[in-house]
């Protein structure tokens, strides 16, 4: 079996489609998304559905977690992420609703086991011990030795000491990270670049171009 985890989709439908297609994805390949399947591309209901029906594994990222806040009712939600909520079946809802913040993989057939979560982990602090906050908001630990959201410092991810190797996504601006026990996923396909899968067991990465930009990033 071959587990194909792949990075921020944020509603591109087709290029997700395409990427499982390059990677030759079989009915025996296990998926698992990294998290922010909405917002910002072209189909973010189409994501969350096709998701839900084919029964693929994903981890919560901060924009499903804002849709989720807006369904909700909680009032300082974007209107993006009100239209998503307001979009999304009841069924679909509920899915993303029962999604993990982190999910370890102790089947994929690697030496290692594999964390999937969104944002990052911070080193010393058990995965069960992770605050909320820095599962799907990580970025960085700053010269002082705090954890950031924002690019001020070093990828967190390249302080990870092990022995989990963690996949995540959630950082575009830095693109893919390939660090000794991390790997960074979100090659900004939503941006115009690319959607990108880590397959395992082989650590294989596997990317398919955007067909535009969507959104423009933000620095
Ligand atoms: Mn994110």
New binding site residues.
């Given amino acids: 079996m071959r587990t194909l985890i792949i990075g921020?989709v944020h509603g591109c439908l087709d290029e997700l489609q395409e990427l499982l297609a390059r990677c030759r994805q079989t009915p025996d390949d296990r998926v698992v998304l990294v998290?922010?399947l909405v917002a910002k591309g072209p189909d973010s209901v189409g994501v969350v559905r096709w998701a839900r029906q084919g029964g693929i594994a994903a981890v919560l990222?901060?924009?499903d977690a804002h849709v989720l806040r807006a369904h909700h009712g909680e009032s300082d939600v974007r209107p993006r992420h009100r239209a998503i909520a307001e979009a999304l079946a009841p069924a679909d809802l509920a899915w993303l609703e029962a999604l993990p913040l982190w999910l370890r993989l102790d089947d994929a057939g690697t030496e290692t086991p594999h964390v999937v979560v969104?944002?990052g982990l911070v080193a010393g602090v058990a995965l069960e011990r992770q605050e909320r906050e820095h599962l799907?908001?990580l970025r960085s630990i700053t010269p002082d030795g705090r954890p950031s959201k924002r690019l001020d410092g070093t990828p967190w991810a390249a302080l990870w000491p092990g022995p989990e190797h963690v996949v995540f996504?959630?950082d575009a601006v830095r693109g893919l990270q390939r660090h000794p026990f991390a790997t960074g996923l979100?090659s900004g396909c939503v941006y115009g670049r690319e959607l990108t899968a880590l397959v395992l067991p082989a650590g294989e990465l596997v990317s398919v171009p955007a067909a535009r930009a969507y959104a423009a990033i933000s620095r």
């Fill in positions: 921020d998290g922010d990222g901060n924009h969104h944002g799907l908001n996504g959630h979100d």
